[in-house]
């Protein structure tokens, strides 16, 4: 059930890397529903659109303090990282299908983030703890200072320029992981931008293998009224679903990327 929206106190910003931010606020209502891969709409500061509201995947959970991450890319973010301590955010959520990490047909979660696809792992990593799952986790960078490694396990770290780890795509390093056997019926999960989704959905049918990824886009309203974030089915009697309402997460073997 989604949340009404809510106004919700901001208790921290701070800086984690060269443009990167995460923001923490305390939201009881949101932080005892929301799962990883789900997101939540969020309205900025003046001086952008007032109707439209930003999706963020929500990051890490912690009794009643949510967190998001997100850099700067144009004015709602440039706004979002001056707001002071203490302002009320506006914040619509949970919104969207997490990733379904429960299930019984895997034993080891692959978790492959590039850049800020980092965003719902801290959250997939705790559930797949929890439910007695295998953790391998893969990111991608461009460079050593845009790798973010806290709150995950077992983790690889792929860089373009190689500043740290393997040099190279996160795919590769994935490939080259999965390639070794070392991981028990692994299911892998994936966030990032589309060419890199494209790329582990491609490695994943090659390779048998269960996959779901979370799209990145625009979902302005979030709850799938204004039509404005389809994504392309295959195998299915309906062309379209929408990214906020049937995803952000899917199988990726039920759309085409």
Do not use: W
């Amino acid at each position: 059930m989604v949340v009404p929206p809510g106004r919700y106190p901001v208790v921290d910003l701070r800086a984690v890397a060269q443009n990167i931010y995460v923001m923490a606020f305390t939201a009881p209502a949101i932080a005892g529903k929301i799962r990883a891969g789900q997101f939540l709409n969020i309205r900025v500061g003046e001086g952008c659109d007032p109707l439209l509201r930003r999706p963020f995947s929500a990051y890490f959970v912690e009794d009643d303090r949510v967190e998001i991450i997100f850099n700067i890319v144009g004015r709602g973010t440039a706004a979002l990282a001056q707001t002071p301590r203490g302002a009320m955010l506006d914040v619509l959520g949970p919104l969207g299908v997490p990733y379904h990490l429960e299930e019984n047909d895997f034993d080891t979660g692959v978790l492959i983030a590039g850049g800020l696809g980092i965003a719902p792992m801290p959250l997939a990593t705790r559930a797949l703890r929890a439910g007695g799952k295998k953790i391998v986790t893969i990111l991608g960078g461009r460079s050593s200072g845009q790798v973010l490694t806290e709150h995950l396990e077992n983790v690889h770290v792929a860089t373009d320029d190689g500043s740290r780890g393997f040099h190279g795509t996160v795919v590769d390093l994935a490939e080259k992981l999965l390639a070794e056997k070392s991981s028990a019926h692994p299911k892998l999960f994936a966030c990032g931008p589309t060419a890199m989704l494209r790329a582990v959905a491609a490695l994943a049918l090659r390779l048998n293998l269960p996959c779901e990824v979370s799209l990145e886009g625009a979902m302005a309203c979030g709850i799938g009224i204004c039509q404005g974030c389809p994504v392309e089915l295959v195998g299915s009697e309906k062309k379209y679903a929408l990214m906020c309402k049937d995803g952000p997460t899917f199988d990726v073997r039920s759309i085409r990327l």
